[in-house]
């Protein structure tokens, strides 16, 4: 057995005599004594260390197949693939008007008709073949919960045909939190929801500049008491835009959570990301989820500092680990109101990267037009520890930057100024260090 090649290795002057290693494409973290890593580089571990390495990644039976086993390690996931995600765009109605707000010529009236909502069924029926297990519908809008019944109609008639295949429906939403009662949780609950994700802008008077109503009447309080009146019927996650002037009101901001009754036990998930510069008037900022370009100097402090402040409160901050780009999933679309179909939902209303509709199906041509594996082809990324980590990164982030998406977005610089650092987070907060430490 040997290494994997896809592993960091830490020493860090606050675990003397220990090396942290961690397994970029299994996401696994351990901490070893430098003579027991010793003994794994020269090939002499010994039985049972063997199977528990191994089981995590950490040794592989050989370094060069693994390599060409994580080129392909797309093919593996669209083959085992268990899940049909969809992002769905009910319609482009809000009544928020956030100053960051890039919807703009989108935003409107405009709402997935009776017609589209039927056909979407169908599309849903053909594609939830044999094997799938789960239905993911992802609920945008606009703001998703103006579209309830929309969204109620869908997952009546969705439920039965997914269990009768042996599947669930699960359903999450990304909404404003402005009209997120007990009521209507109590009643989406029925159709499978499994949380939502709700966005708040730093301290009050802050969110309540980017995020107002439409009328200017201020959001925080509102959204605020809504968290906390539901905060036990689903899981909410929580996510926040921050800039390089307000990144550091985000850990006030969990204490003020913390005594509205918004604890770390009630809360799933702390996803706080920068504010996207976008180049184009399309886009709005919650469609990025989890993905951001990180390459501005500014943001490693930042991220750290922000990533470090969540942990010390006792919320759980977002998994180190493999997150393939949806573009790359074959089994994952996102489904705009008027039913056509594209590969993430950061597209929308980028006409040429439509990629068919609900009524024609997919146009496979999107695996040139969208650059599929393109990351498989640059040097740099096949000699790259990051790779299970990044995949060539972001394509919307490419796009921004260059106007198509044909080169990979790199994450190597942002990853080398900041991985150990998190590492040693993780380390500290999640696992406990004392769980890992030996006296050497
Ligand atoms: S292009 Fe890929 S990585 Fe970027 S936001 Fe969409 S799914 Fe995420
Ligand atoms: S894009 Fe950069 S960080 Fe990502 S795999 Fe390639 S070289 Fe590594």
Same mark, same amino acid.
């Given at each position: 057995?040997?290494?994997?090649?896809?592993?960091?290795?830490?020493?860090?002057?606050?675990? %003397?005599?220990?090396?942290?290693?961690?397994?970029?494409?299994?996401?696994? $973290?351990?901490?070893?004594?430098?003579?027991?890593?010793?003994?794994?580089?020269?090939?002499?571990?010994?039985?049972?260390?063997?199977?528990?390495?191994?089981?995590?990644?950490?040794?592989?039976?050989?370094?060069?197949?693994?390599?060409?086993?994580?080129?392909?390690?797309?093919?593996?996931?669209?083959?085992?693939? %268990?899940?049909?995600?969809?992002?769905?765009?009910?319609?482009?109605?809000?009544?928020?008007?956030?100053?960051?707000?890039?919807?703009?010529?989108?935003?409107?009236?405009?709402?997935?008709?009776?017609?589209?909502?039927?056909?979407?069924?169908?599309?849903?029926?053909?594609?939830?073949?044999?094997?799938?297990?789960?239905?993911?519908?992802?609920?945008?809008?606009?703001?998703?919960?103006?579209?309830?019944?929309?969204?109620?109609?869908?997952?009546?008639?969705?439920?039965?045909?997914?269990?009768?295949?042996?599947?669930?429906?699960?359903?999450?939403?990304?909404?404003?939190?402005?009209?997120?009662?007990?009521?209507?949780?109590?009643?989406?609950?029925?159709?499978?929801?499994?949380?939502?994700?709700?966005?708040?802008?730093?301290?009050?008077?802050?969110? &309540? +500049?980017?995020?107002?109503?439409?009328?200017?009447?201020?959001?925080?309080?509102?959204?605020?008491?809504?968290?906390?009146?539901?905060?036990?019927?689903?899981?909410?996650?929580?996510?926040?835009?921050?800039?390089?002037?307000?990144?550091?009101?985000?850990?006030?901001?969990?204490?003020?959570?913390?005594?509205? #009754?918004?604890?770390?036990?009630?809360?799933?998930?702390? &996803?706080?990301?920068?504010?996207?510069?976008?180049?184009?008037?399309?886009?709005?900022?919650?469609?990025?989820?989890?993905?951001?370009?990180?390459?501005?100097?500014?943001?490693?402090?930042?991220?750290? +500092?922000?990533?470090?402040?969540?942990?010390?409160?006792?919320?759980?901050?977002?998994?180190?680990?493999?997150?393939?780009?949806?573009?790359?999933?074959?089994?994952?679309?996102?489904?705009?109101?008027?039913?056509?179909?594209?590969?993430?939902?950061?597209?929308?209303?980028?006409?040429?990267?439509?990629?068919?509709?609900?009524?024609?199906?997919?146009?496979?041509?999107?695996?040139?037009?969208?650059?599929?594996?393109?990351?498989?082809?640059?040097?740099?990324?096949?000699?790259?520890?990051?790779?299970?980590?990044?995949?060539?990164?972001?394509?919307?982030?490419?796009?921004?930057?260059?106007?198509?998406? #044909?080169?990979?977005?790199?994450?190597?610089?942002? $990853?080398?100024?900041?991985?150990?650092?998190?590492?040693?987070?993780?380390?500290?907060?999640?696992?406990?260090?004392?769980?890992?430490?030996?006296?050497?």
């Amino acid at each position: 057995m040997q290494l994997t090649p896809y592993q960091v290795v830490c020493r860090h002057r606050t675990i %003397p005599g220990q090396v942290l290693l961690f397994a970029t494409k299994t996401g696994a $973290l351990i901490l070893l004594a430098e003579e027991d890593f010793a003994a794994l580089e020269k090939g002499q571990a010994v039985d049972e260390e063997i199977e528990q390495l191994s089981e995590i990644g950490f040794l592989v039976a050989d370094a060069d197949t693994e390599q060409r086993q994580v080129m392909h390690y797309m093919d593996d996931i669209n083959r085992l693939n %268990p899940n049909l995600t969809l992002a769905l765009v009910l319609g482009m109605e809000c009544n928020f008007a956030c100053r960051y707000c890039f919807e703009g010529s989108q935003k409107g009236g405009k709402a997935m008709d009776d017609a589209t909502a039927d056909q979407l069924v169908t599309f849903i029926k053909q594609r939830f073949g044999p094997g799938k297990k789960k239905l993911l519908l992802q609920i945008y809008g606009g703001e998703p919960l103006l579209y309830r019944k929309r969204l109620i109609s869908l997952a009546r008639q969705l439920k039965p045909i997914v269990e009768a295949r042996g599947g669930e429906l699960k359903i999450d939403l990304v909404s404003n939190g402005s009209l997120l009662t007990a009521q209507v949780v109590e009643e989406l609950n029925a159709w499978g929801l499994d949380g939502v994700k709700v966005t708040l802008d730093g301290l009050p008077d802050n969110h &309540n +500049h980017f995020r107002p109503f439409k009328s200017g009447r201020e959001s925080f309080a509102v959204i605020v008491r809504n968290l906390a009146n539901v905060c036990g019927l689903t899981k909410i996650r929580l996510g926040g835009n921050y800039t390089n002037e307000t990144y550091t009101q985000f850990g006030p901001l969990l204490d003020h959570l913390s005594e509205q #009754g918004l604890t770390p036990d009630k809360v799933e998930l702390v &996803n706080f990301n920068i504010v996207l510069k976008v180049n184009d008037k399309l886009t709005a900022n919650e469609y990025h989820g989890g993905c951001a370009t990180i390459n501005e100097p500014w943001l490693r402090e930042a991220s750290l +500092h922000v990533r470090e402040e969540v942990y010390r409160r006792g919320y759980t901050v977002p998994e180190l680990g493999p997150q393939p780009c949806a573009v790359e999933v074959d089994d994952a679309f996102t489904v705009h109101y008027d039913g056509s179909l594209y590969k993430c939902v950061t597209w929308v209303g980028h006409r040429q990267f439509r990629i068919g509709d609900i009524w024609q199906g997919v146009d496979e041509k999107y695996r040139q037009t969208h650059h599929l594996l393109h990351w498989q082809k640059e040097g740099k990324c096949q000699a790259c520890v990051y790779l299970p980590l990044c995949f060539g990164g972001c394509r919307f982030m490419a796009y921004q930057r260059d106007g198509h998406m #044909g080169k990979v977005d790199c994450r190597k610089s942002f $990853l080398d100024a900041t991985l150990e650092a998190m590492l040693l987070q993780d380390l500290r907060y999640k696992y406990g260090y004392e769980l890992f430490y030996r006296e050497p």
